[in-house]
């Protein structure tokens, strides 16, 4: 079992930035791939970045290139992101997620195992 609790969240204007965080605990060593995703209300949750566990190789959705940095410190258990140059249409609930057992993608929400609860962006225009 993984637990995971997103943190950072919080409101800013529009070109501001966030850093948001999760930490996992429990089987920490079996998570290959973190993701980060996002589902706002009545929106499918769609994917915003991943990074492997153990090779450190990123992988980023368009949406979000360029301006959205994920990072990890493996001994801590911790995934950052790092968001700058925020959108209003960034507004919405982050969540971060852990594959364990490399599943098909690193994109898909059904590949992944673990779900945190989410914490909230806020970006005003």
């Known amino acids: 079992q993984v637990q995971l609790v997103e943190s950072g969240g919080g409101s800013v204007q529009a070109g501001g930035s966030l850093r948001l965080s999760c930490t996992a605990s429990?089987?920490?060593?079996?998570?290959?791939?973190t993701g980060w995703f996002r589902q706002a209300p009545g929106k499918q949750r769609e994917w915003v970045a991943s990074v492997d566990t153990r090779g450190g190789r990123t992988y980023y959705a368009d949406i979000v290139k360029g301006r959205f940095t994920i990072s990890q410190d493996v001994a801590k258990a911790r995934v950052y992101l790092q968001m700058n140059s925020l959108k209003p249409e960034d507004t919405t609930m982050y969540f971060c997620?852990?594959?364990?057992?490399?599943?098909?993608?690193?994109?898909?929400?059904?590949?992944?195992?673990?779900w945190g609860r989410g914490t909230r962006v806020t970006v005003s225009s």
């Open positions: 429990g089987n920490t060593d079996a998570i290959d791939f």
């Open positions: 997620a852990a594959q364990v057992g490399y599943g098909r993608t690193w994109t898909n929400p059904a590949d992944f195992n673990f």
